[in-house]
Nanobody
Framework: QVHLVESGGGLVQPGASLRLSCAAS????????WKWYRQASGKEREVVAV???????TYADSVKGRFTISRDNTKNIVYLQMNNLEPEDTAVYYC??????????WGKGTLVNVSS
């Protein structure tokens, strides 16, 4: 079992930065990748960034060059640094621990609201 807790969301103006954190606990050896998803109101959940066990990162086109995913293995925390935020980034952001081929784990999410 894996327990995930997201933090770091908030209300910011366009152009600002935020860093989201995902604190993980439990049995982590089976996790093959860590992912950040987001879900805006009325839209489907979408993957934003992925970091694999090997440290390979991928990003959605909409956030490339602005967001950076990273992890601290000593603290079991996965980060999402978000720069130059846009109103379109407003969403609930979720951390996901992928343990394919088995079902992964989800946090409860943290709200990011980008508004002037």
């Amino acid at each position: 079992q894996v327990h995930l807790v997201e933090s770091g969301g908030g209300l910011v103006q366009p152009g600002a930065s935020l860093r989201l954190s995902c604190a993980a606990s439990g049995t982590l050896f089976s996790i093959v990748a860590w992912k950040w998803y987001r879900q805006a109101s009325g839209k489907e959940r979408e993957v934003v960034a992925v970091i694999t066990r090997a440290g390979i990162t991928t990003y959605a086109d909409s956030v490339k060059g602005r967001f950076t995913i990273s992890r601290d293995n000593t603290k079991n925390i996965v980060y999402l640094q978000m720069n130059n935020l846009e109103p379109e980034d407003t969403a609930v952001y979720y951390c996901n621990a992928d343990q394919s081929p088995y079902e992964g784990f989800w946090g409860k999410g943290t709200l990011v609201n980008v508004s002037s």
